[in-house]
Every structure is written in C-alpha cells, then in structure tokens.
C-alpha cells in the first residue's frame, strides 16, 4: 500500500489595510493565535488580522516561509541555521519597521519573533542617548533640567559610552 500523502493546506490571512496573502498551514501556525484558530475550526475562508498592517504582515510571512523550511526540532544544528536565518531576515530593518515587527509578533503571539525582533531592538538602542529613546518611544521628558542633571551626575556610569544626543 502506497503511503499516503496530504496535499498542504494553505490559509488565507487578510491584514487590516484590506491586503490578502496565502501561506501553508505548517508555516502559519507558528502564530499561537493562527494556530488556536485553525484548531478551533475558526480558519475557513479569510482570516482577519486586524492588528497588522499588510507591509508587515508580508514581513512576518516571509518569516514564517523562511523559520519553517529549515528542518528538525531541537537540533543544535538547526537551531544554529535558524539563529542565523533570523539575523539575516532583521538585519536591514529600520528602527520603525522592527517596532511594527514587535508589535505584530504579539499580537500573533509568535515568541520566536518576539524574541529574535527585542533583541535586536535591544542591539540598536545600545548606546543610544535618553534623547534619542525619549524620541523613538514618544516619551515625554516630564524632568525639570535641575532633575535631569542630577540625576545624570548621581548615575554617570550609565551614561558612559552613550552617544551624543543630536543623532536621529
């Protein structure tokens, strides 16, 4: 008898700008919240994503594609080729796509990609100046320039080595 072989399923994820893509079943349901859909029963026709915007969805599908062609589970060696897919993939994004990226990854509860986009938004915030962190988060500086100041000389050692506040 000739084994059997299942055709792959493919899904339909539409993202929140109206954008429709289709992925393989395998590579989707490394999304927690894809997957508890297509086990629910909750996967027929399109699936809405309504917290992603299509540019980003794309990414993370191009990430899906990409994790799940490399073969085996657990293997130090496929975790190797994994890690090292997953630096090439964030490596050219800039600060304002790896944001969009996190914030896709959670809300798919993808903790691979969250995982591997902290990271690298960790990497790039290195170094960088409170300025520069206040402005990249639109955070308010609600610190008199007397607080702030004394704040900097009580903690200087953390502000070693940080870049100077005019770059963007």
Known sequence: MAAETRT??????KSNDGKQFSVAESA????????NMVEDGCAGGVIPLVNVDGKTL???????????????????????????????????????????????ANYLNMS??????????AQVMEKKSVGWVRRKFG????????????VKEEHKWTFEGV?????N
């Open 28 to 35: 989707a349901i490394l999304s927690v919240t894809i997957r």
């Open 8 to 13: 792959p399923t493919t899904l339909t994820l």
């Open 58 to 104: 794309a990414r993370v599908i191009t990430y899906m594609n990409g994790i799940s062609a490399i073969p085996g589970v657990g293997a130090a060696a496929d975790e190797e080729k994994k890690k090292s897919y997953r630096d090439k993939f964030l490596s050219d994004m800039d600060f304002e796509t790896l944001a969009d990226m996190v914030l896709a």
């Open 139 to 150: 955070i308010e500086n609600d610190y008199t320039p007397e607080e702030e100041a004394a």
């Open 112 to 121: 691979c990609l969250m995982d591997a986009v902290s990271a690298k938004i």
């Open 163 to 167: 870049e100077t506040d005019d770059d």
